[in-house]
């Protein structure tokens, strides 16, 4: 069965870093293009960044582009997302996900809480 937990948020202040990790199981990591989205209250899940099986690829939602950066370690199994140059807006829970290459179901894990305030 896979499993995907995510780790690393907390309370940051406006300007700062946190570096989120998802350690996944279950399921053959290198074969999966890997995401990371996140969801503010009383809006949709938004897509943050994807990354291709290999790592080589990435791509980023506008308002994190310069700020965050995904990665991968595909011996270990992780995910990672480098967050820099925090603001409020940034605040939301931030869910990993995996999913197989022409497949438009994936994996989810349950998410981790990212709060930006002073």
């Known amino acids: 069965q896979a499993q995907l937990a995510e780790s690393g948020g907390g309370l940051v202040q406006p300007g700062g870093s946190l570096k989120l990790s998802c350690a996944v199981s279950?399921?053959?990591?290198?074969?999966?293009?890997m995401r990371w989205y996140r969801q503010a209250p009383g809006k949709e899940r938004e897509l943050v960044a994807h990354i291709d099986t290999t790592g080589r690829r990435a791509n980023y939602l506008d308002s994190v582009r310069g700020r965050f950066t995904i990665s991968r370690d595909n011996v270990k199994k992780a995910l990672y997302l480098q967050m820099n140059s925090l603001r409020p807006e940034d605040t939301a829970v931030y869910y990993c996900h995996a999913r197989y290459p022409g497949h438009t179901d994936g994996h989810w894990g349950h998410g981790t809480q990212v709060t930006v305030s002073s």
């Open positions: 279950g399921f053959v990591f290198i074969n999966y293009n």
